[in-house]
């Protein structure tokens, strides 16, 4: 595991390989166990206990605790996104690659992480999701990166970006939020895109 630092001290980044992590699913609780039990393929089994596991690991290790996963549609608690009590936190994973973003409680926070080399539709998804300014960005990957982490910051997700909303509700050029672009150490094909902002401004005492 390593943490990357970032521009912002209060904003943690850590990569981990799921490779190294140990797989043994008693260590989850009663819902994650049910969620692991239900994948068909071992892998896929395997990668999601890995990944719970992991995360639960960062967040102790931080001191914050347990990770409670919710989802925003159902409030299941056996899928969706991860929350901590005191803190933000936004995870992302490719292939053996998974990357948690820390960050205190009332900041809004999202990463992403992603090929670097655009697979042959994403000239075709940009056509449909992209702002032009955001087409005429010769790397589609980082921008792809970013609006994923940009709807995660905003709890929204691309759906919102269909023809049904607003266009450019994620726009990466318009939005207030800050971002940050990273290498993924251990995996050179990869890339990490950081969206965060403060959600509450700091008070003016001028």
């Known amino acids: 595991m390593r943490d990357l630092s970032t521009a912002l001290s209060c904003v943690q980044l850590f990569v981990v390989d799921l490779r190294t992590i140990d797989a043994r699913s008693e260590a989850l609780d009663a819902a994650q166990l049910q969620r692991a039990n239900r ?28 990770v409670v996963w919710r989802c925003l549609t159902c409030h299941g608690d ?5 929350t901590l009590i005191g803190a933000s936190v936004s995870t992302s994973s490719y292939g053996d690659a998974l990357v948690v973003a820390l960050a205190p409680s009332g900041w809004q926070l999202g990463v992403d992480v992603a090929p670097r080399q655009a697979p042959v539709e994403m000239l075709e998804v940009a056509k449909h999701l992209f702002t032009p300014q955001e087409q005429a960005d010769s790397q589609l ?41 990273h290498d993924v150490a251990g995996f050179d094909s990869l890339l990490i895109a950081i969206a965060f902002a403060r959600a509450e401004p700091l008070l003016d005492h001028s």
């Open 39 to 66: 994948f068909t393929h071992e892998a896929d089994r395997v990668r999601f206990v890995r990944r719970r596991l992991a995360i639960k690991a960062i967040a102790h290790q931080q001191g914050h605790g347990d």
């Open 78 to 82: 056996d899928h969706g996104v991860p």
């Open 141 to 181: 990957m980082r921008v792809w990166a970013r609006k994923e982490a940009l709807g995660k910051a905003l709890g929204i997700g691309l759906a919102s970006d269909d023809s049904a909303m607003p266009r450019g509700v994620l726009d990466t050029h318009a939005t207030k939020l800050q971002f940050e672009d």
